[in-house]
């Protein structure tokens, strides 16, 4: 199986940014072909699509909470997916998982991810 391991969250001051990366091990050769995801959760909530691209890196959609602050690409190349997060506030604090979909190379529905990594803390606070 391919496994995913996020990484780059910590704490940022409000109106900062973080570079969250999804880096893929194991069947490697899979993660061209998978349509991927970034979600988030906070205690007590369900997870919240935030952004997801196509297999080949293309074809963005974003959640209109972070669409024109958070970006996402995705490098085949080097196995890694990415979120750009910019103009941070409390209320993006939680925790940022990467998601892959194993069956779809396109897909903005949630419920189509079911490959995730173990999640990253991202805390916006002064």
């Known amino acids: 199986q391919m496994q995913l391991i996020e990484s780059g969250g910590g704490l940022v001051q409000p109106g900062g940014s973080l570079r969250l990366s999804c880096t893929a091990s194991?069947?490697?050769?899979?993660?061209?072909?998978?349509?991927m995801a970034w979600f988030r959760q906070t205690p007590g909530k369900e997870r919240e699509l935030l952004a997801t691209?196509?297999?080949?890196?293309?074809?963005?959609f974003y959640t209109p909470s972070v669409k024109g602050r958070f970006s996402i690409a995705k490098h085949n190349a080097n196995n890694t997916m990415y979120l750009q997060m910019n103009s941070l506030n409390p209320e993006d604090t939680a925790v940022y998982y990467c998601?892959?979909?194993?069956?779809?190379?396109?897909?903005?529905?949630?419920?189509?991810?079911?490959?995730w990594g173990q999640g990253t803390q991202v805390t916006a606070s002064s």
């Open positions: 998601a892959a979909s194993t069956r779809f190379q396109y897909t903005t529905r949630p419920a189509e991810f079911d490959r």
């Open positions: 194991g069947d490697t050769h899979l993660f061209r072909i998978y349509a």
């Open positions: 691209i196509s297999a080949s890196g293309g074809v963005p």
